[in-house]
């Protein structure tokens, strides 16, 4: 494969000559909107064979159930997990079913050969992280119990083959609890036949002060779980500055202290499939940046003729543009900027990668996940 940088002047047909490959390839592997129109900097996915549809990279993506149901087919040969987003709870340890049907997902997955997902979250009722929830259940062993209990009957009943623990900003008085708790639900899963993963905020020491990392013991949860997944996105996130999402060199600084703590094969690394467009100047507490996909980042660029431009350090592609007298900044991810992370997950040796989230198709991400990672260039 080849990764081609468009340049000034290139088109759809002469970039197909110089390669001897047929535009509608180029066209399909990109996801090209009709008329087909390029901006300098874009990175193009270049392949010379049928596009395999098959798993080289373990895979895991996170999907709600208003998933477009084309866009789930084109993603599932690819996953090797389908982890579904989500079930919630209550504080008698009740589960609190996702508010649309999942059963259609379930039956999607296992008829591309990917293993359903039930993923467990502390949602509130306004659908935000309720870290009151996992308090109440943790201090409650009744509760703790029940929960543990729905969930093992719902991973039978409904035709699950694994559990995801999704809980985030966990107080630091509830950490030794949510470890004991997530080493409870993984032997009541390993029963049945399965496997738990817990969802992990990207720390890069133990004592890694804050909301968002005190809850979580890195050691004891990869001893408590089958697998973890560490989150290595949202550097750039709604109401921060702009800059990556998963900046390359951010992701090293956690995976280098994962690894102290969780053998590395136990380990699968966040991957977005999403970006942001911000606008300028960022007001910290005013600005709000718009999330979006990385197919749509590129046609904002085309309809506003913005030159994409690469960051080396955090090898992420982004580009600005003006409208309406208002300068917007986008940062979003491209072939180049996957092809990095892919790399990066090799050289530590881990399980594989979870894809937050699947929603959107961005198909130069699983094609990637198909090849010979040294064999593609860069042009």
Not at 78 to 96: C, H, K, N, P, R
Not at 193 to 200: F, H, K, N, R, S
Not at 264 to 276: F, H, R, T, W
Request: aromatic share 14%; hydrophobic share 40%; glycine share 6%.
């Amino acid at each position: 494969m080849i990764i081609y940088l468009v340049k000034q002047g290139d088109n759809i047909d002469n970039i197909a000559t110089r390669y001897r490959v047929s535009t509608d390839r180029i066209i399909y592997v990109n996801q090209l909107q009709y008329p087909y129109k390029l901006v300098v900097g874009q990175a193009l996915l270049i392949t010379f064979e049928e596009v395999y549809d098959g798993r080289k990279i373990s895979a895991n993506g996170f999907a709600y159930p208003f998933i477009s149901p084309w866009v789930l087919r084109q993603t599932l040969p690819y996953l090797e997990e389908l982890s579904i987003f989500s079930y919630g709870f209550t504080t008698a340890g009740d589960l609190v079913l996702p508010q649309l049907s999942t059963e259609w997902m379930i039956r999607e997955a296992y008829y591309y050969g990917a293993k359903p997902v039930l993923t467990l979250t502390p949602f509130s009722a306004e659908g935000n992280f309720n870290n009151y929830l996992i308090h109440a259940v943790l201090s409650d062993e009744n509760a703790k119990n029940a929960l543990i209990r729905n969930v093992r009957n719902a991973v039978e009943n409904d035709g699950y083959q694994g559990v995801n623990i999704d809980f985030e900003f966990i107080l630091a008085e509830d950490r030794d609890a949510f470890s004991a708790f997530v080493r409870e639900m993984t032997y009541s899963i390993n029963e049945i036949g399965y496997e738990v993963t817990v969802d992990l905020a990207p720390k890069t020491s133990a004592d890694q002060p804050g909301i968002v990392y005190a809850g979580k013991d890195y050691r004891a949860l990869g001893e408590a779980a089958d697998r973890a997944l560490v989150m290595t996105y949202e550097w750039g996130y709604t109401y921060g500055p702009a800059m990556a999402v998963a900046p390359i060199d951010k992701v090293r600084q956690v995976l280098d202290y994962a690894v102290t703590e969780i053998p590395n094969e136990k380990i699968s690394m966040g991957v977005p499939n999403y970006g942001y467009d911000w606008t300028l100047p960022y007001v910290r507490g005013e600005s709000k940046a718009i999330t979006i996909g990385n197919i749509e980042a590129l046609q904002i660029a085309i309809r506003n003729d913005s030159e994409i431009m690469f960051d080396e350090t955090s090898q992420t592609p982004y580009f600005s543009y003006v409208t309406q007298g208002t300068t917007h900044e986008v940062w979003f991810e491209d072939a180049r900027s996957i092809l990095a992370k892919y790399k990066q997950l090799r050289e530590y040796g881990l399980h594989g990668f979870g894809c937050w989230q699947v929603m959107q198709l961005f198909r130069n991400m699983w094609i990637l996940a198909q090849a010979d990672l040294d064999d593609v260039v860069i042009e």
